[in-house]
């Protein structure tokens, strides 16, 4: 009998192979390390927009791995832009081959307990065990000191979102860069152009 078991945790392996051999199996087992790097901390926050990457600094430094959602909102304005980019990252890193399949969304939101069916977001968080992570990662970053060499463009919002930062059907981009127009007299930054139905995640 010959078993291959792909993505297995350590400690799930452990009791596996013992299982195995206490009944003579040939068992293979490919453990995928889903944890949370320096350099790909690094690589997460370099591939970011500014305001997403603002958004996740003031999480992780600001907020110590937990912060309120309004008080985001006072400091970068609407959060659907950001929490888009920072949605989309996780795919395409695992598209690039930055991180494997299975890793887990550094940062998180937060939803109402007191209101479960109306999912309102009170707050942004990320897990304690990541933090020192990508605090290291934005100390890096700051410095210059990345864990690597070659700067990724900023990822483009489409309009459609996955998992918990989707944004909900007639919402519009959110785009957290104002727009810029050029005319004779120079460069001016462009009124905001999101309806008044527009909402922040």
């Known amino acids: 009998m010959k078993i291959t078991i792909e993505g297995a945790d350590k400690d799930f392996a452990e009791k596996l192979v013992a299982l195995a051999a206490a009944h003579h199996a040939e068992l293979t087992v490919a453990t995928v390390d889903t944890n949370w790097t320096l350099e ?113 463009p900023p990822i483009p919002w489409s309009g459609d979102a996955p998992s918990a930062f989707a944004v909900p059907p007639g919402w519009g981009s959110g785009d957290d860069v104002p727009l810029v127009m050029l005319d004779e007299g120079g460069t001016h930054a462009g009124a905001d152009t999101d309806s008044a139905q527009q909402q922040d995640s």
């Open 40 to 152: 790909r901390a690094t690589r997460f926050l370099r591939s970011l927009t500014a305001g997403a990457r603002r958004f996740a600094e003031m999480v992780i430094v600001d907020g110590d791995g937990y912060i309120d959602a309004d008080r985001l909102r006072a400091a970068i304005g609407k959060l659907n832009g950001p929490t888009v980019a920072l949605s989309r990252t996780i795919p395409r890193g695992v598209r690039e081959g930055w991180w494997p399949e299975g890793i887990s969304a550094p940062i998180t939101p937060v939803y109402d307990p007191d209101n479960p069916s109306w999912h309102k977001i009170i707050a942004y968080e990320m897990a304690s065990e990541n933090v020192p992570v990508f605090r290291s990662a934005v100390t890096a970053l700051a410095t210059g000191r990345g864990a690597s060499t070659s700067a990724e």
